[in-house]
């Protein structure tokens, strides 16, 4: 008879999770500071390949190289679409809306993540469930409904556009959170962790070198893009 799982006192986890939350969210500014300057693909590029660097030496002092070399397929592939897609769709929504905008629309990944296992994975929506779910949609939409214009600003984009490309970027999550439950299940964190970044590099390196800006960004942006690659992705 296996043994029951051992759930953790929200004492014991609750700290870190503000944390998280807190350099989650602090994301959406340094992401907007970087592609100011960079752009976005370059953005997206440079935060996965110093999360890579970051994580990388960690991976390695671990013993935990095996590991991922046996599952580096899914590994890499989830990095496509948990990191490279979603961060070169964010890094371009939010020179066109702002951060505070697309930190609420984040706001629908475990919504989407839900209906995403639910029909890939057969995980049950009870009524209850279902009511919260409708809820959390609904409370979204009535936060975000007044700035979905489709009208073009000042830079010829309209916001409604960039709001969409936030919502492909959540859809992204929820496919993969589904996707590391199915096929990198019982992986420690950091090989997972490591692997999906090692692949959004590899994803970006060529859209990123492309369209590399031909004028060198100031210190203020390389910072921007130190703090979300490292702090704000790698560490997270």
Same mark, same amino acid.
Request: with cysteine; glycine share 10%.
């Given at each position: 008879?296996?043994? *029951? ?12 999770? &503000?944390? +998280? ?31 890579? &660097?970051?994580? !990388?030496?960690?991976?390695?002092? /671990?013993? /935990? @190289? ?14 496509? &679409? ?9 890094? @371009? ?11 609420? %629309?984040?706001?629908?990944?475990? +919504? ?5 296992? @639910?029909? !890939? ?18 409370? &979204? ?7 979905? =214009?489709?009208?073009?600003?000042? =830079? ?5 556009? *960039? ?46 070198? !492309? %369209? @590399? ?24």
């Amino acid at each position: 008879m296996s043994a *029951a799982p051992v759930t953790q006192p929200v004492s014991a986890w609750i700290g870190e999770f &503000v944390v +998280l939350a807190a350099l989650w969210g602090a994301s959406f500014l340094f992401m907007r500071m970087g592609a100011s300057e960079f752009g976005p693909l370059p953005t997206a590029g440079m935060r996965v390949l110093l999360a890579t &660097v970051f994580l !990388w030496p960690i991976l390695l002092y /671990q013993g /935990q @190289w095996p590991q991922l070399r046996q599952h580096w397929k899914p590994a890499l592939l989830s990095g496509l &679409v948990n990191s490279a897609i979603p961060f070169a769709l964010y890094s @371009w929504a939010v020179l066109h809306i702002t951060t505070g905008l697309a930190s609420i %629309l984040n706001a629908t990944v475990p +919504l989407f993540g839900a209906l995403v296992a @639910w029909v !890939w994975l057969g995980d049950r929506i009870n009524r209850l469930r279902g009511l919260g779910l409708a809820i959390g949609f609904v409370g &979204v939409a009535l936060l975000a409904w007044d700035k979905a =214009s489709f009208k073009p600003d000042a =830079s010829g984009v309209a916001p409604g556009w *960039a709001m969409l490309a936030c919502l492909l970027a959540c859809i992204c999550y929820a496919i993969s959170a589904s996707y590391t439950k199915r096929y990198l299940s019982g992986l420690p964190p950091l090989v997972t962790a490591a692997g999906s970044q090692i692949g959004a590099t590899l994803g970006l390196a060529l859209p990123a070198l !492309w %369209l @590399w800006p031909a004028r060198m960004p100031g210190a203020s942006a390389w910072l921007a893009l130190l703090a979300v690659g490292v702090v704000c992705t790698g560490l997270a």
